[in-house]
């Protein structure tokens, strides 16, 4: 599998807020992401596929496999209701007709039906209406039901969240399971003035002097969730930019200094 290595985000603040995702993502491709994350619980499938259609359909008129699309399922199953049902609803949402990536967005919706759950999962992704399939917020007791058909889970990952992630790191490092990181500027959007405050501003101070450019501590924090092996998804567009500026990994050696708190 091959995917971008930064996703555009249409989570939770949108369900919060009601808000509608078409203008947000048009931006966002415009922008230069092609990976966008969604899921039945954001209530943003409907509106994702608006624009999805509208950017598909634009002047440069780009092809649907140019697009990494993600989506998740959450509520239980209704009886007699299958994961394909489920799935097949978020693509008349989303208006396409597979996504890339399908997601189990929680292990607490399914809990004794796991192994059925991933059988049916197994089941789209033969069908190829899902290209590749995984699960999201799973614990290590909820992969051991079916671990070695596992192949992507979404879990927080942040500096101030590194020592409870360990457990579920390393178990997705034994097997090859690409992690993916949501809630990764949490330190700097809902817990401004912790402990590494003032090491990203040391380190975004540096690089902006060394690059001559004003490089933000949102740019550093991704370039940090890179180095760590984990793909970022965010809602912050200048965070696709890091890469002129942000040397490549050999140059990241401060910011294991983050670890420490």
């Not at 996703?7 to 509608?20: E, I, L, N, P, V």
């Not at 396409?96 to 990536?101: E, T």
């Not at 399939?133 to 671990?147: L, M, P, T």
Request: proline content about 5%; overall charge negative; some cysteine.
């Amino acid at each position: 599998m091959e995917i971008p290595w930064i996703g555009y985000g249409t989570g939770t603040s949108f369900k919060r807020h009601a808000t509608d995702a078409v203008e947000t993502v048009m931006t966002a491709l415009s922008a230069g992401f092609t990976h966008i994350d969604c899921a039945e619980l954001y209530n943003t499938e409907e509106s994702l596929g608006i624009a999805l259609q509208k950017y598909l359909s634009g002047p440069s008129r780009p092809p649907r496999d140019t697009i990494f699309l993600t989506t998740k399922f959450y509520d239980a199953l209704e009886p007699g209701q299958t994961v394909r049902d489920r799935l097949k609803g978020s693509l008349r949402r989303l208006q396409v007709d597979y996504v890339d990536l399908y997601l189990v967005h929680t292990p607490m919706s399914h809990l004794g039906r796991l192994k059925d759950i991933w059988k049916q999962m197994e089941e789209v992704q033969r069908e190829g209406l899902a290209k590749n399939i995984g699960v999201s917020n799973f614990r290590v007791k909820d992969y051991e039901e079916f671990i070695d058909e596992a192949e992507i889970t979404p879990i927080e990952y942040s500096p101030y969240v590194m020592e409870a992630a360990r457990p579920i790191l390393a178990l997705q490092e034994k097997h090859g399971i690409l992690t993916v990181s949501y809630g990764g500027l949490t330190p700097l959007h809902k817990f401004k003035g912790g402990p590494i405050d003032p090491i990203l501003s040391t380190i975004r101070e540096r690089y902006s002097k060394d690059h001559g450019i004003d490089i933000s501590e949102e740019q550093i924090l991704t370039k940090w969730t890179l180095a760590k092996g984990v793909l970022p998804i965010t809602q912050v567009l200048f965070c696709l930019t890091i890469f002129p500026y942000v040397g490549g990994l050999k140059h990241l050696t401060a910011y294991t200094h983050i670890e420490r708190h």
